[in-house]
Each structure stands twice: as C-alpha cells, then as structure tokens.
C-alpha cells in the first residue's frame, strides 16, 4: 500500500512540472515569432509606403513658398522640409521659397559644390589682387613698347593718307571729265527736296507729340477727376479691436465717416468702441454676434439666437438699433449647410436690409499684398462703378489696412469722391438679391 501510493503520488507532480516547462518554451516562442512577424508586416508596408513616396516625389515638382501660401501654416511647411531634406541628405542647402526638381535627386558631390563656389570666387578675387600688384613694375617696360608701337603706326599713317591724298586729286579730275562731257540739259538734282522732306518729318513728328501730350494731360485729368460724382462707402468687418480705435482716429482726422458691422463682445473697452463709433457718426452695422459659421447657420432657430443677442447688445450699450446687417462670409457664402434664403427671409420679416460688397482690398484674401497694392485695388474698383461699398476689415491682425487708410483717404478725396456712412437707403448691394427670394 505505500508503494501504490508513493507512485500515485508522484506522477502527477512530474506531469504538472513538464506542462509548466513546455508552457514556458510555448510563450517564449511566441513572444519571439509575434515581433519578427510584426517586423516583417511592418516591413513591408514600409516599402510599400516608401514606392508610393518616390513616385510623387518623382513625378512631382514642389515650391516651398507656393506650398507656404497655400496651407497657411509654417509647421507643414517644416515637415515638408524635413521630409525632402531626409531625402536628399540632412547635408543638403534647401531652404523655404527654393524651387527644385524633384525628379533628379542632387548627389552630396553637386550640394557640396554649391557651397564651395563662393570659396572659390574668394580665392579668385585674391589672387587678381595680388596679380594687379605685381604688375605694377613692369608697366613702365610695357609704356615704352608701346610708344615705340605708336610712332610706327602714326608714320605708316601719314604714308597712307599721302597716298590717299593722290588718290583723291585724281579721281576729282577724272570726274570733272566726265561731267564735262555730260549734256548741258541735264539738271543737277534739287537739294530743296531733302530740307521740305525733312521740314515735313519734323512737323510730323511735332505734331505727334502735342497729341500725344494733349492725350496724357486728358487722362491725367480725367484720372484725377474720375471720381467725381460717385459714392464711396467704407465699411470695416470683424471689430471692434484695437486697430477699430486707430481707424477712427484716423476718419476723425480726415473728417469722414464710415461703416462698421460689428461682432459681439461684452467687454468694457469694446462696449466703449460701440458708443464711440455712434457718437462720433459712423453707422453700426451687424455681423452676427459669435461669427462662428457653424453656429450661425447651422438652423433658423441658431441664427435667430445670434441675431437678438447682438441686437441687445448694441441696443443695451449704446441706445441706437441698427437697421443694416452683413452676413458673415457674405450671402453668397460657400460655408453655410442650410440655404441662405431661409435666414435672408429673416431679416427681411425682421425689415432689415443686408449688404455685402463690390470692392476689396485684399485683406481677407490670404495674399499678402503691400499697402500700395491693397490702395491700387480699391482704386481700380471704385473707378468702374457709381457707387462702392468697399470691404475691409478691423479685426485683430489687419495692421496694414490701418497704415494704407491715409494714402486711400487722400487719393480718393482729391479725385473728387463723396465718402459715406450707410443706411437703409443705400442701392442694395447683394450677392443674393432679395428679389430672387420668394
């Protein structure tokens, strides 16, 4: 009996130990093969990855500062560097606004050399130095050769003209001759025809240039006078800020008034651009109170909400109710999901007239234009139109618009344009006219 069970007793245990062993080796297995095996995968898309790369980047040609203009950010554009200089080495010498093919990688060897061009030119330009300097002895040896070259050359000159001179004598007697043997009857050409030829050229030309000068001093006046009789209205977006307060000191300086459609903001400072914008007789425009589009026009009942809480606002802070609206992004806007003749039926109910534009200065085009082009591109559109609304904006960023409001001011008052604030009255101005809304 205790034999029986001794054996009993012990097979088990020696079972359970080499099922845990097995077990063990089992799970070492595996973690070994599921790395390698994810490797491998890894691998793989990895050089699928990498095929897909080197055919853009082969059958494509990028522009860095193309390429910054058009996201609008810098950091894709470093990635975009880091990327391309992973690529051709981090050696290589690109930077943003460098334009390049692609399609033929540079060697390290055509990098390096760019870099060892300008060492090269400096070398050059020392030893030209040094070369003028050691020169400067043999000049006088140089001098007198050249001297001794002069004279030669002056006595075979006299020689020749000596010659020429016989020459000449014999030609003038053998032509006189001739002439002699000419008829009397021939006439001698008439030099009065080259002096009236000329005389009439000159007319010619003279009278070109007065109508040329008369033509100028047309345009110039009309240029300057093409403004007259036309309506200018200018309107600023996206205020109040800081650079509203700069703008109407600006207007008050040149003693005109403007228009401003206004978000919403609760602030003190911005409730006081409110007052100061109605008190010195701009007109106060709405443009919705969040400028969120999402917000705005993602139903009738948002838009409803948005609308009274800045007309309470305004009315609240400043005692005036304004009577003109702008939408956000216009009323020809690509960003609204609901259509924009539900929320233009609104203000219509609410009796309220809602304007967008036909000039710009460029200040929301993501371009970035100098202060005189932003200037040309009003003064392009006011000069083909009888009356102007012209967008601008005020909101925080827009420094340029401020610093070209002056030269803007001082163009469009000596050409004769009458600068106004709006108001209902105005001709509508509309990218969806009202009357295509049943």
């Known amino acids: 009996m205790d034999k029986s069970t001794y054996r009993i007793n012990i097979i088990p245990e020696d079972i359970k130990e080499r099922k845990r062993k097995t077990a063990l080796i089992v799970i070492l297995l595996l973690l070994t093969l599921i790395p ?56 290589s010498n690109i930077a943003y606004g460098d334009e390049f093919d692609i399609g033929r990688i540079p060697n390290q060897s055509e990098i390096s050399d760019k870099d060892n061009v300008s060492s090269d030119q400096e070398g050059k330009t020392e030893k030209d130095n040094t070369y003028k300097d050691s020169d400067k002895e043999p000049d006088n040896k140089n001098n007198i050769n050249k001297d001794k070259d002069n004279k030669s050359s002056d006595s075979k000159k006299s020689n020749n003209e000596d010659a ?45 240039k007065k109508d040329k000068d008369k033509d100028t001093s047309k345009e110039e006046k009309e240029s300057e006078a093409n403004f007259k009789n036309k309506k200018v209205y200018l309107t600023f977006d996206d205020g109040p800020t800081y650079n509203t307060d700069k703008i109407l000191d600006i207007l008050a300086e040149y003693n005109v008034k403007a228009t401003f459609f206004v978000i919403g903001s609760t602030d003190e400072v911005d409730k006081e651009r409110y007052r100061r914008i109605v008190n010195e007789g701009h007109t106060l425009g709405m443009h919705s109170y969040s400028h969120d589009y999402n917000k705005i026009y993602n139903s009738l009942e948002d838009f409803d909400k948005d609308f009274t809480k800045l007309m309470k606002l305004l009315y609240d802070t400043t005692g005036y109710t304004p009577t003109i609206y702008r939408f956000p992004g216009g009323s020809l806007n690509h960003v609204s999901k609901s259509d924009m003749k539900i929320f233009i039926k609104y203000l219509i109910e609410k009796e309220m007239n809602y304007y967008d534009w036909n000039v710009v200065n460029g200040d929301a085009e993501g371009v970035d234009y100098t202060e005189e082009e932003m200037i040309d591109k009003v003064l392009e559109g006011v ?54 809304v049943d």
Not at 60 to 83: D, I, M, P, R, V
Not at 391 to 400: A, I, Q, R, S, Y
């Open 36 to 91: 390698t095996i994810l490797c491998i995968i890894l691998g793989i898309r990895l050089g699928k990855l990498n095929n897909q790369v080197e055919k853009l980047v082969y059958n494509n040609k990028y522009k860095f500062e193309q390429y910054a203009n058009a996201s609008g950010t810098t950091n894709s554009n470093s990635e975009l560097l880091n990327f391309v200089k992973k690529i051709l080495g981090k050696d």
């Open 164 to 208: 020429d001179t016989k020459d000449a004598k014999k030609d003038k007697s053998d032509i006189k001759e001739k002439d002699s043997d000419k008829d009397i009857t021939q006439k001698p050409p008439e030099k009065t025809d080259n002096k009236d030829q000329k005389k009439e050229e000159s007319n010619k030309d003279n009278k070109d």
């Open 383 to 436: 000069a083909s139109k009888k009356t102007s609304i012209v967008l601008m904006h005020d909101g925080h960023g827009k420094e340029k618009t401020v610093a070209s409001l002056p030269k803007l001011l001082e163009a469009l008052i000596s050409r004769g344009a009458e600068i106004l604030p709006m108001d209902e009255n105005v001709p509508l101005i509309q990218q969806i006219k009202v009357s295509s």
